[in-house]
């Protein structure tokens, strides 16, 4: 073959696998077997490894992942990813459809397009001359990451638009945006696999999603079933410009599927809000149907222009709004209560249930959080209760069915004895929370070493449960020193550990030495000292060392830490065999910090210079993301509230901090005003 012949071949081949791809992932209608499809793909990159030039960024073989990044730079959005106002009624449907008759000075009936919203994770992606050039995810709204390597590796995106021969004219450059998710049945496989490999389980679709783009391996995120849906399309419907044609959003969907996009199938042009209302009720009924989780619908106007006459508040478009579904709640009998033991010795009580299955996942367990909500809600063993998930992640006991409690149930009390060690359990007074007075209680240390060789802490990936229970029981493990001298052989003659999973784990302890000092002090696992305490800690102190002997007066007036951290940390470093612990971890080369960090410029907005306190169950960040969010716009983080304390965040069970901020007359806001916030 001459040079022409075998470009020739290689595009042909990638424009094969291209349609094969589009077929396959958006279509679900595939058009050949694997076994083709190997073939060809094989064929298509021996091709490019004997003759390099050919190969185009918009190959199929640049899916695969291989490539280990350094980390994320950041992307300034075009336009800002705005998120949307909620509505959880129909009367607030009603409402919104009312607005937008105010709006725009004229009586309805508005075309509006209901859409599925999904539960995975929003990015913005970039075609330049119909090749995928970059992606990005939300983040702010305004700035977010470049995760251009992980969104290569999604099968269902198209690395090259008009995939079919219908596809419409495409402008030079394409922004489109859309929701990268993860199916349920995709969940339970990479779940079952976590397992085996001794990894925390992903609580839901979401977090998973999330998760597997933002990895720094792209070869691990190619293994991750990760699917997108695009849904808009920026410049469309403008005056000027190549998308001037495109008048409505119902032909932003049908366009964006010609050019190659994965569209959802299920959104309904709806003339009225009534049939807006009614699209929602159908799918309130049929959700959980689908292979992914759905909370809601997004309803949109239809006409493009009109859009453009009513605009945008500083934070929502007027002319959208996401209706949310009601949180889903099963009845199922409460077969027992179970109590786990923390690393603090904290005694919390667990619901045991018969399995029943609940947004998108079996649910056997739920949280009952402490002794005083359960004899407020008055749940006994043996009841038939009701349950439903905190934003759909996290099972917890709403209300007991009373008419159906069988005669001769006692009252639950919390045991005064540690269900591990049997030392007493007692209850310090002012406390929600009963604790085991053994600070060597087996359930403690083994609670302890995973804390510290969790993701925030140390992050020594592979010491999950099972591989710390192993060498506790084993005796390799005592405290978090022993981490540092565990041998490979030793490892791998643990049961279901071999010489590779072995020679692995040994390398994370390895890397985790240099984490620095800060998620040091927060893997200790001092208690009351979070995340936040522990960098302000570790930023004034520098070193660990330097905390040995401090007086809990000097911790005290660090602006962000309350008498509460200051007491405990102050408590930790004086006894002995903690210092001994900071010895050991030294010599066996953990970095116990160096000099102080300098202190940052002043921020400007809302956030700037007030300490806040977070505490509950946020539904849409994860702890440290809303922490690192406050801190980027110049916040302060405590751990405890006080007079000195600006504003209190919560989310979904916050307890006695929320409390006391009332009492104090401190501000508070829950999520949906953070959210507001953040986007000021």
Not at 178 to 199: A, C, F, H, I, P
Request: proline fraction near 5%; include cysteine; charged fraction near 30%.
């Amino acid at each position: 073959m001459t040079a022409a012949d075998i470009a020739a071949r290689a595009e042909r081949l990638r424009e094969l696998l291209h349609r094969y791809d589009h077929h396959y992932y958006v279509l679900d209608d595939p058009l050949v077997a694997d076994a083709e499809y190997d073939r060809v793909y094989a064929e298509l990159r021996r091709i490019e490894e004997e003759h390099p030039e050919l190969a185009t960024p918009d190959s199929p073989t640049r899916r695969v992942g291989g490539a280990v990044l350094e980390g994320f730079a950041e992307v300034r959005h075009s336009e800002p990813m705005l998120s949307l106002d909620n509505s959880y009624s129909e009367d607030e449907l009603r409402e919104f459809d009312r607005r937008i008759s105010r709006g725009l000075d004229r009586e309805g009936p508005f075309d509006y397009v209901a859409e599925l919203k999904l539960d995975g994770l929003g990015v913005s992606l970039r075609y330049e001359n119909a090749v995928f050039a970059r992606g990005a995810t939300r983040g702010d709204g305004r700035t977010g990451e470049d995760v251009t390597a992980g969104l290569r590796t999604l099968g269902s995106l198209p690395l090259r638009l008009a995939a079919e021969g219908a596809a419409p004219v495409l402008p030079e450059v394409i922004e489109a945006r859309g929701e990268v998710y993860m199916t349920r049945s995709g969940l339970d496989s990479v779940n079952r696999q976590r397992r085996k490999d001794g990894e925390p389980e992903f609580a839901n679709p979401r977090n998973a999603a999330a998760g597997s783009l933002r990895l720094l391996d792209t070869s691990v995120t190619r293994r991750r079933p990760l699917r997108i849906f695009l849904y808009q399309l920026l410049g469309a419907g403008r005056p000027e410009g190549p998308l001037a044609g495109l008048a409505s959003h119902a032909g932003v969907l049908e366009y964006l599927k010609k050019a190659g996009f994965p569209v959802n199938p299920h959104w309904r042009r709806c003339r009225g809000i009534e049939e807006v209302i009614e699209y929602c009720r159908s799918w309130d009924e049929r959700r959980r149907t689908l292979d992914y989780n759905t909370d809601g619908v997004v309803v949109k106007l239809d006409d493009l222009g009109l859009r453009r006459q009513l605009g945008f508040t500083t934070k929502f478009p007027r002319w959208a709004m996401a209706y949310k579904f009601a949180a889903e709640q099963a009845r199922t009998r409460l077969v027992a209560i179970d109590v786990q033991v923390g690393r603090t010795g904290a005694l919390t009580p667990t619901a045991r249930l018969e399995p029943v299955f609940l947004a998108g996942t079996t649910v056997s367990n739920a949280t009952l959080h402490n002794e005083d909500e359960i004899a407020r809600k008055d749940i006994r063993a043996g009841d038939w209760v009701w349950i439903e998930k905190a934003g759909d992640i996290i099972p917890k006991v709403v209300a007991v069915d009373l008419k159906a409690r069988e005669p001769g149930t006692q009252a639950y009390r919390m045991p005064d004895k540690c269900p591990v060690c049997l030392s007493d359990a007692v209850r310090p007074e002012g406390e929600a929370v009963r604790r085991c007075t053994n600070a060597a209680c087996p359930a403690q240390v083994k609670e302890r070493i995973q804390h510290f060789a969790g993701r925030d802490a140390l992050d020594i990936r592979g010491a999950g449960p099972a591989l710390v229970e192993a060498v506790v029981e084993a005796g390799l493990v005592r405290d978090v020193s022993d981490l540092y001298r565990l041998k490979k052989e030793e490892v791998a003659a643990l049961e279901r550990m071999g010489d590779k999973s072995a020679e692995n784990l040994i390398s994370q302890i390895d890397q985790s030495r240099s984490r620095g000092a800060a998620r040091l002090l927060f893997g200790l696992g001092v208690r009351f000292v979070g995340r936040a305490a522990a960098e302000i800690i570790a930023g004034r102190f520098g070193s660990l060392k330097k905390l040995a002997g401090v007086s809990r007066e000097e911790l005290a007036e660090i602006e962000g830490i309350g008498p509460v951290i200051a007491g405990s940390l102050a408590a930790f470093m004086a006894q002995p065999e903690n210092l001994r612990l900071l010895e050991r971890l030294e010599a066996a080369g953990v970095d116990l910090g160096g000099e102080p960090q300098p202190a940052e410029a002043p921020v400007q907005g809302l956030f700037a210079g007030k300490k806040f306190v977070l505490t509950g169950t946020l539904a849409g960040f994860s702890r440290q993301e809303a922490e690192r969010e406050i801190k980027k716009r110049g916040g302060k983080l405590s751990g405890s509230v006080s007079s000195q304390t600006d504003c209190v965040i919560y989310g979904e069970s916050p307890g006695s901090k929320l409390d006391k901020a009332r009492q104090l007359g401190v501000g508070t806001i829950d999520e949906r005003t953070f959210l507001e916030w953040l986007k000021s």
